[in-house]
């Protein structure tokens, strides 16, 4: 297991440097530097410009930045974001919470509704729910993000008035960030109407957030199941006088489950893609809100560092999803 | 008066949906298993044996439709029961063991979990009584070192020990019916022996019926009292195992024999059957068997046989093989 481990992290070298210089290069490509970003149309008197950009470093050959760079990753400085020239790791840490709340409360939405869907669908196979319930996931998973977030907020915010258009708590109250997570803090906090509020912030953007792994995990719950109740084992449990439930719930799902938490795991990466848009979409002050403004800004430590973050946290997901279907699977368990 | 059979099947057809109409697997067969009995059900892949086993049991798909005059176990209607009335048959009077081991247990769950599964559900057994009787239970079917094979998962244990699990599952609660569908058909030549044994030595010590389906006259021989031949979804021949070996009377039976190579001892080549058991949609008109048998005429090309009385039991036959050893010298 430990061997394991090993391997798989000595595997997140390559992936690391790539991301680096990918992002590295890219935000580069795009035209307009920092300086000239942030004076805009008032312009800067040429030996300025000049001077500015030394003093950042900017003047000199791309590759001396890039080995720089990696140097200080190496020696784990992200360096300080040339707008706020606060340290990017804490700008990163205390935005990353709300992001992580969203995220979390997206899967869980997908989740909790994609994996009964998929059984149902797939024990009802030919029915007018399992066709149903393929039809929407096929649109779910079809539709841009962005444009469904701002159909429902047409909908629900601004037609029904039930949720906010915006942010993550009414103005109306203020909490002490403990945790970055809005629901623990309000709840620790005694604060049941920002509670609420806090609540109604996350469903639109929860919702929003969630439709693409919902769709996936509704679809491959019904799939692996499928697969899994033709098996002889199921036959057997059968066979032993079992009710229908147990043979479903129990021996089917404990099967079914081993490609969808893989499936889920996968997830992760789309979702925090994902988070990108749908935090702009909905105002909501976290990585992805963030990210967005530091390539308006050219803030080029901020938006390396943001990237890496973030592709350490796929990472890091998709070795535990790697772990977890392990324990899942007997039949792993053992080889290793 | 005899006793009443402890499984009475009459008229028993079982009919499959699928796109190209509707298939009928099992064609109105007839079969009673008496308390104690063992009766073998041999027949080539295609002849519905399986297919009438899954019925007893209850086993088949939506996609497969039931139906019978009469199918009664013990005294009681199977056909008239709900399902969940079913269900605590299944399992616990009725059980049975299937062909393949390796793939018929569930690879997430421990062999102790998996068989006492079905004593808690029937018997309501828990704590330190249900892990004694699972212990005991792997010890009658020759498992070694039992209680440390109840945390063993189905893949670490070979075919062999894990089709011995699975008879441990189905003799759990004491059955009054065993349907053993192929037991040894995925196993090595040395470990089916052991099976066998195992499936015989059980069956006397209990005292329970037994329903072994094979494709191989050999191991019905040695284990049946009665044995009903089947071919293409109908019974052949059914007949007591002594008879039905020294002379039988359905001629696909005896070419079956025939096929038997310690029968055809100093032969040049072993005897076959030519053909195939027709399928879906070639079932000939007459005697199903017409065109794969010797002695076929016109009438058996357009009659189709009913079950006729031979000695001690029936065979679908216009012309019944004579005592005489059948097919002996002959050049085919």
């Not at chain 1, 001396?64 to 360096?79: C, E, P, S, T």
């Not at chain 1, 729910?129 to 469904?148: E, Q």
């Not at chain 2, 009725?94 to 979990?113: D, H, K, R």
């Not at chain 2, 005292?207 to 494709?215: E, F, K, N, R, Y």
Request: with cysteine.
């Amino acid at each position: 297991m430990l061997r394991f481990i090993l391997t798989r992290v000595s595997l997140v070298i390559p992936t690391f440097l790539g991301v680096t210089f990918l992002t590295f290069l890219l935000i580069r490509l795009v035209p307009g530097d920092p300086i000239e970003v942030r004076v805009g149309e008032r312009g800067i008197p040429p030996e300025r410009l000049l001077e500015l950009r030394h003093e950042l470093g900017l003047d000199r050959p791309l590759w001396q930045q890039f080995l720089d760079y990696i140097a200080g990753v190496l020696q784990g400085d992200l360096g300080v974001s040339l707008v706020t020239r606060n340290s990017v790791l804490s700008e990163f840490l205390t935005l990353f919470p709300a992001t992580l709340e969203l995220a979390a409360l997206a899967m869980l939405f997908a989740t909790v509704v994609g994996l009964p869907a998929g059984i149902v669908a797939a024990v009802r196979r030919g029915s007018v729910f399992d066709h149903g319930v393929m039809g929407v996931s096929l649109t779910g998973y079809s539709m841009p993000i962005f444009w469904w977030g701002l159909l429902l907020i047409l909908f629900f915010s601004v037609g029904l008035g039930w949720t906010p258009v915006s942010g993550r708590l009414d103005l109306l109250y203020y909490v002490e960030p403990v945790t970055g997570f809005m629901l623990v803090d309000t709840l620790m906090a005694g604060e049941y109407g920002a509670f609420w509020s806090a609540l109604h912030h996350l469903v639109l953007p929860m919702i929003v957030l969630g439709t693409v792994p919902l769709a996936v995990v509704a679809r491959m719950t019904r799939s692996a199941m499928l697969e899994v109740l033709g098996e002889d084992y199921i036959r057997t449990a059968k066979a032993k006088g079992l009710a229908g439930k147990r043979v479903i719930g129990l021996h089917a799902l404990r099967n079914a489950l081993i490609p969808v938490v893989t499936v889920i795991g996968l997830q992760v990466g789309t979702l925090l893609g994902g988070a990108i848009l749908t935090e702009t979409i909905f105002s909501w002050p976290g990585v992805g809100k963030w990210l967005i403004e530091s390539i308006n800004r050219r803030d080029y430590p901020a938006l390396q560092g943001g990237v890496l973050l973030i592709a350490t946290t796929v990472m890091a997901v998709n070795l535990l999803v790697d772990v977890l279907y392990g324990v899942l699977n007997p039949r792993i368990r053992h080889s290793r | 008066m005899p006793a009443m059979p402890l499984l009475d099947i009459k008229n028993l057809s079982v009919e499959f949906t699928t796109r190209a109409g509707t298939f009928r697997a099992v064609d109105g067969i007839d079969l009673t298993v008496d308390e104690g009995e063992v009766v073998g059900i041999v027949g080539e892949s295609g002849s519905g044996k399986s297919v009438t086993s899954l019925a007893v049991m209850g086993l088949l798909g939506s996609n497969g439709t039931v139906l019978a005059d009469r199918m009664q176990f013990g005294g009681k209607d199977l056909l008239a029961m709900s399902p969940s009335q079913r269900r605590k048959i299944t399992g616990k009077d009725v059980a049975m063991v299937f062909q393949e081991p390796m793939t018929s247990l569930n690879p997430c769950f421990t062999v102790g979990f998996q068989i006492m599964e079905t004593l808690k559900v029937h018997e309501g057994l828990s704590g330190k009584a249900l892990r004694n009787r699972a212990i005991e239970l792997l010890e009658q079917v020759g498992i070694p070192a039992p209680e440390s094979r109840l945390s063993a998962f189905p893949h670490q244990l070979s075919g062999g020990m894990n089709q011995r699990v699975m008879i441990a599952i189905a003799i759990a609660c004491n059955p009054r019916l065993l349907v053993a569908d192929e037991p040894t058909t995925a196993l090595d030549v040395t470990i089916q022996k052991q099976i066998l044994d195992l499936l015989v030595r059980l069956q006397k010590e209990r005292g329970m019926a037994l329903i072994l389906i094979t494709h191989d006259m050999g191991v019905v021989a040695e284990t049946a009292q009665r044995v009903v031949v089947m071919y293409a979804g109908q019974v052949a021949e059914t007949r007591p195992v002594d008879a039905l070996f020294k002379a039988p009377r359905h001629p696909y039976t005896g070419a079956l024999l025939d096929a038997l190579p310690e029968r055809a001892l100093g032969k040049r080549r072993l005897p076959t059957i030519p053909g195939v058991v027709p399928g879906i949609g070639d079932r000939p008109q007459g005697c199903l068997f017409n065109p794969r048998c010797r002695f076929a005429t016109d009438r058996c090309r357009i009659e189709r046989p009913a079950l006729f009385d031979v000695d001690a039991g029936k065979a679908r036959c216009f012309y019944p093989l004579a005592d005489a050893p059948v097919g002996a010298g002959e050049v085919l």
